[in-house]
Structure formats: C-alpha cells, structure tokens
C-alpha cells in the first residue's frame, strides 16, 4: 500500500471516528435535553396539577362541609321556629280558653262553682277547635247561644218545658241523656247540671244536627230530594235555627234563610249577629291573675 491510500485511509477512519464522536455528543445532548424538560418542565407541571387536584379536592370537601352546616343550621332554626310558634299557639290558647272561662263566669252571674265553669269552658273550647274550621260554629256562637236561650241562668225554665242552660226540649234532653248514658231516672234534677246540660246540647249539635245538614237527604225511593249543605255561613245558620226550632221547621230556611219575616229567621240572625261582639271581645280580654 502507498503512502497516498495510507493517508486516505488515515483521513477515512478520522472522518468516522469523527461522526462517531459527534453522534455521541448529539445524543448527550439529547439525554441532557430530555433530563433538562423533565426536571425544569415535567416535574413542575406534575407538582402543579398534583397543587391544582389537592386543591380542588380541599374546596370541594370545604363546600361540602359548609352546605352540611348550612343544612344543619337552617334545620335547627326551623325546630327553634316550630318550637316557638308551638308555644305562642298554645299561649294564644290557653288565653283564648281563659276567656271563655272568664265569660262563660260572667253570663252566668258567677253562679257556677270554679270546677263548673272550667268544665263547661273546656267543653265549649274543645267544641270550637272541632267544629269551627267546618262550619263556623265557635265558642262565641255557643256563649250568644246561651245568652239567647237561657240568660246564663242554669235554672231556667221555660212555657215550653225546656230546661237549663240550653234549653234542652224534655223529649230531646231525656232522648239526649239516655245516648249519653246519663239516665233519665233523675232527669229533671240532673237537667239543671249545667256540666251535663252543656254536654248534650253540644253532642246534639255535632252529633246530629251537623250530620243532619251536612248529608243529602232522600225519598223512599232512594232520591235525592235535597243536596249536603256546602256553604259555612249557611250551614252555621241553619245549624242555629234548628236546635231551637227544630230540623223540619228549618227546611222552610234551607233557601231564604235571610227573609227576616220567616219564623225565628230573627231570632237566629240576633244569636250570629250577638256572636260578632262577643268574638271580639273573646280576642281582645285577657285574663287577670
């Protein structure tokens, strides 16, 4: 071999000795390259959304916790408000029942022992939260009732034979009675109990003549010949009417129960419209201790 294939040979393996080297420098480069991005970029980018999820995680468990606080808080303030307003309810009822107490002594010229006058009030107030709400008859209706009827005299006694606080009619009391499992042996002792008088003239009025108004009435041949009665104000005067005129005389009422000039239209409209002045001040009393 010359000396010149001796240089080119010389010259050839530089030159790929040469690439080899700068091959081996590229991929350092490019190791140093994929090190450098992956510690100044990767890394971060990985810390910050590990940051960004952390923190997500940490403000939806924070909301949460607030929403079942907020719950929990609202939830409590309902109870605090029910528990109130149960308690000014029942102190508005027992005030309201106080003044029936308070009236019911009164109207009867305080002739009733203390043990008389509660049980007859808490009659007539348990009778009001029964059927007020269906028909309008209140503990102001039964007072001017009483008033209308009697005078608030338990003694009373009319042409008629009828008897007591309300006036039971002597067939209707001892009828009355006898459903009540009073008896009737000394009924014309026991009419006079003005616990016992009041108790089956309010059974009469809730336990037959509501049903009795309040039921479409039919023929023999199973017709009907007159519809329920729907509407308060006249089923509260038709109710009225009949405990002191008696059902058949009412049904002349049932479609002009306004006409003042019917019988005893007047004396119903005086018991409804007495019941207005003695709700106000029923509302407006109260009670001394």
């Given at each position: ?45 990985a ?15 924070t909301?949460?916790?607030?929403q ?11 109870e ?11 102190a ?6 106080s ?43 039964c007072?001017?009732q009483?008033?209308k009827?009697?005078h ?9 034979a009828d ?6 009619h ?7 009675f006898?459903?009540?499992?009073f ?8 009419v006079?109990?003005p ?10 009025i ?10 479409p009435?039919q023929?023999?041949?199973?017709r009907?010949?007159r ?16 405990y ?33 002045e003695?709700?106000k ?9």
């Amino acid at each position: 071999m010359n000396e010149n294939e001796k240089k080119l040979t010389e010259e050839v393996r530089e030159k790929i000795s040469l690439s080899q080297r700068m091959n081996v420098i590229k991929r350092e480069v490019v190791q140093e390259n994929k090190r450098w991005w992956f510690k100044f970029v990767a890394v971060p980018i990985a810390l910050l959304c590990l940051i960004i999820i952390a923190a997500s995680y940490l403000s939806y468990f924070t909301w949460k916790h607030s929403q079942e606080t907020e719950k929990r808080f609202k939830s409590q303030l309902r109870e605090i408000a029910l528990k109130a307003e149960a308690s000014l309810r029942a102190a508005a009822d027992i005030n309201y029942f106080s003044n029936i107490i308070l009236t019911i002594d009164e109207i009867t010229n305080h002739s009733l022992s203390h043990n008389e006058v509660t049980e007859v009030a808490f009659m007539i107030y348990s009778f009001d939260r029964r059927m007020s709400p269906l028909c309008g008859y209140d503990a102001a209706i039964c007072i001017a009732q009483i008033l209308k009827e009697s005078h608030g005299n338990i003694y009373a006694v009319s042409r008629t034979a009828d008897r007591g606080l309300w006036q039971l009619h002597d067939p209707t009391g001892k009828r009355l009675f006898r459903q009540l499992g009073f008896g009737v042996s000394n009924y014309y002792k026991d009419v006079y109990d003005p616990i016992k008088n009041t108790r089956a003239a309010l059974f009469h009025i809730e336990k037959e003549l509501y049903p009795y108004w309040t039921n479409p009435v039919q023929d023999h041949r199973g017709r009907i010949i007159r519809e329920a009665i729907r509407d308060k104000n006249l089923l509260l005067f038709l109710m009225v009417h009949s405990y002191r005129w008696g059902t058949e005389a009412t049904e002349l009422l049932r479609t002009s129960y306004f006409r003042k000039d019917m019988p005893g239209a007047a004396y119903t409209m005086d018991i409804i419209n007495r019941a207005v002045e003695i709700r106000k001040e029923l509302k407006k009393k109260e009670l001394k201790l």
